[in-house]
């Protein structure tokens, strides 16, 4: 897609050979927030009391104990243990829980208790950590007693495991009335929101439930949320099958959303695959619900529900799901044209194994099995060094070995090429997809091969449209059509090219001409012109789709594709990190409303350096190179676009049903259908915030039109 890059050409020696594809993988934790926890609406009896202590180091002086910030690096502070501060409330008040929160940035272990009086005479144990062996931590400690009349409380430092010359340390000290809420609490969310880590959010009761209602064939998505004011430990999912009498139970899949930066900023994108986690005080933790209805389904209501349970709470969401009679076909049956592009090497440096290996190919099959469940219709595979320039954080190399021999002669290597399309092919279940070949006009125009006589790399710099590209590129396709021809992928094969001007695509095109008229041509092009109309495969940018409207059923008669493609651009609607859910759901129903038949996009899995921390690259927007996670972790985004891409099926389905029924009713209903569907355009859908109600009305015209299509 459209980057720009500082070309950079040099000679390689075979030295270079043995770089590994990219820095070594870190192994580093997921993103995860941290912020103050909550009190779970309790009021903090000690917010800026009367304070006083043993001493204080510098500024650090009581009364940042009760100043209501938690910020780490505002605290009481006091040197050489034992220390103590006290505060006053000024009259006897009722008093039930203290939370505590020590300093906590590295690790360090406190030994301390909390006293209260009334008279400052007759003292009594509140909290006993006297013996504490547990580093302090964000979420701070947690004192229950049994309520009483207290005026003052004062906090006791006995060691500290980095020193007792080091003091004693309080980043906040809060009381309350009522003790937080100790259980989990929550409830049922929209799939169009992604919601904070922290603070209050718009959410149905959890007893009000999840209602869906769906396709047999189709999958479809709830997201519910929970929360509690105190650390939840051991959280975990436990999913009760949906059932109606007489029917056979649909099993459904709630995973945790775990939270990834976008710009700097915590996003819930990540649909994770951990059994259980640890719910921080304060946090919220989106879940994300997918059923699958299999396609011999009975038609009905199904029940069943989803319990949340930690080691202290346990919070039950009820599922209902009206199974309708229409049906999907299977995903590999799907008409709409999906385009992700595949990128193995990054595969391998993530999970450092050697490319092309045994390992690797097994890391790699859940992930492309979840592509091709999403309708994926082709193969990325790669006949030149870096095609686009370098632009990914991992390398970018061909599959097929050049090699000029010091006889002049030429080899082509396609042993990792037919790996790839092969597994592809038979291991993913891809058997028809289309085989698309970047590029014959790569960024930088240079082509690498191998110099057996210099026993070197060679970057040659090439122009199409010149004697020495077409004989370069002529000895190359000529054999590549023999090698497709024998492996039985040549009618499935089209040189692939991505932005490149008329100029130079004429030049390619003759010497394709000339050498393997056999294969054709895929493109995604900023704006199509008279050239690249013809195509085999064509994938204009959004902003310039309605060019090739009023010829889309003309290419398709001819068996051509006609896509369409976003990238860097535009910023709305697309599927970045930060995007707002709904955007990517738009772009299917965009492409119905458009008659186009179907999506590209770069890329499906063109991972950062570690994109569970964060989805930032360079200037590109958060998230632009890859719609799933290291671990063959989906994304709330990734799925959005499932359901924009099944939306287009059923919208053609039901079309194709209306024309052939006499029912006055079913026409009146696809005319509903295709009037909610006139403000798919790029005009409007370029607005921000329109797409969750375009999505919305859509859809429920699909459904209304799913009862009335006989």
Request: aromatic share 10%; with cysteine; proline share 6%.
């Amino acid at each position: 897609m459209t980057r720009l890059f500082g070309l950079f050409f040099c000679t390689v020696g075979l030295h270079a050979l043995l770089l590994p594809l990219s820095a070594q993988p870190e192994r580093r934790p997921n993103y995860e927030p941290i912020t103050a926890p909550a009190t779970g609406g309790s009021s903090n009896l000690f917010l800026n009391a009367k304070v006083r202590a043993s001493g204080h180091w510098d500024t650090q002086t009581p009364a940042l104990a009760v100043d209501g910030s938690r910020d780490i690096t505002s605290h009481w502070a006091c040197e050489n243990l034992p220390v103590w501060h006290q505060l006053d409330l000024g009259t006897a008040t009722k008093l039930s829980a203290i939370r505590v929160w020590p300093y906590w940035s590295d690790g360090r272990i406190y030994q301390y208790k909390v006293e209260g009086s009334v008279d400052e005479k007759s003292w009594f144990i509140l909290g006993d950590h006297s013996a504490n062996s547990i580093a302090a931590t964000a979420e701070g400690d947690l004192f229950r007693f049994d309520p009483r009349d207290l005026r003052y409380v004062r906090s006791t430092f006995l060691k500290n495991s980095t020193g007792n010359d080091r003091g004693g340390h309080v980043v906040e000290i809060e009381g309350y009335a009522e003790a937080p809420l100790a259980g989990l609490t929550g409830g049922v969310g929209s799939i169009d929101r992604r919601y904070p880590p922290t603070g209050p959010c718009e959410l149905a009761p959890a007893e009000a439930g999840v209602k869906l209602s769906a396709w047999r064939g189709e999958r479809v998505n709830a997201q519910v949320l929970v929360t509690a004011s105190n650390s939840q430990e051991n959280l975990r999912l436990e999913a009760t099958p949906l059932s109606q009498v007489g029917s056979k139970p649909l099993t459904f899949d709630a995973k945790f959303i775990r939270y990834t930066l976008a710009d700097g900023k915590p996003q819930g994108d990540i649909i994770d695959t951990a059994t259980q986690l640890t719910l921080a005080a304060g946090m919220n933790r989106p879940i994300w619900i997918s059923i699958d209805i299999p396609a011999g389904s009975k038609p009905g209501l199904y029940r069943g529900g989803l319990r949340v349970r930690s080691n202290s709470g346990v919070l039950d969401f009820p599922i209902e799901v009206e199974v309708l009679a229409a049906t999907l076909p299977a995903p590999a049956d799907w008409s709409f044209h999906l385009d992700l592009w595949q990128h193995p090497e990054s595969v391998a440096r993530w999970h450092d194994v050697p490319a092309w290996s045994p390992e690797h190919f097994a890391l790699m099959k859940p992930m492309m099995k979840r592509l091709a469940d999403a309708g994926q219709k082709t193969i990325t595979t790669t006949l030149v060094h870096e095609a686009w320039n370098g632009q990914t954080y991992d390398a970018f190399p061909s599959m097929i070995d050049w090699t000029k021999r010091k006889d002049g002669s030429w080899h082509f290597d396609y042993t990792n090429f037919d790996s790839w399309v092969s597994f592809m092919s038979d291991d993913v279940g891809m058997k028809n997809a289309r085989i698309h070949c970047y590029t014959m006009i790569p960024w930088s125009l240079k082509f690498r091969y191998y110099d057996e006589a210099s026993a070197s790399h060679i970057d040659a710099a090439l122009r199409p449209g010149t004697s020495d590209y077409d004989e370069y590129w002529g000895r190359f396709l000529e054999d590549f059509v023999r090698h497709l021809r024998q492996k039985g992928w040549l009618k499935r094969t089209n040189i692939g090219i991505d932005e490149r001007p008329d100029e130079l695509m004429r030049g390619a095109m003759a010497t394709i001409q000339k050498h393997a008229p056999e294969i054709g041509i895929a493109s995604a092009i900023n704006a199509p012109s008279e050239l690249t109309r013809e195509f085999a495969d064509i994938s204009p940018i959004i902003q310039h789709s309605d060019g090739l409207l009023p010829l889309i059923a003309e290419r398709r008669a001819a068996g051509k594709k006609t896509t369409f493609y976003t990238c860097t651009s535009p910023p709305v609607p697309n599927t970045f990190t930060f995007s707002p859910p709904a955007e990517a759901e738009w772009l299917g129903l965009f492409a119905a409303a458009a008659d186009m038949d179907g999506y590209l996009r770069w890329a499906y899995n063109s991972w950062v350096k570690n994109p569970l921390e964060s989805t930032d690259f360079t200037s590109w927007p958060s998230g632009d190179c890859f719609l799933i996670y290291p671990g063959n972790r989906s994304s709330v985004r990734f799925e959005r676009l499932r359901d924009g891409i099944e939306s287009w099926e059923k919208i053609h389905i039901l079309r194709a049903k209306a024309k052939a029924s006499n029912s006055a009713e079913a026409r009146k209903a696809i005319e509903a259908l295709n009037q909610a569907l006139t403000i798919f355009t790029w005009q409007h859908g370029s607005k921000s915030g329109v797409h969750e109600a375009d999505v919305r009305t859509a859809n429920q015209a699909i459904e209304k039109a799913t009862r009335a299509v006989p």
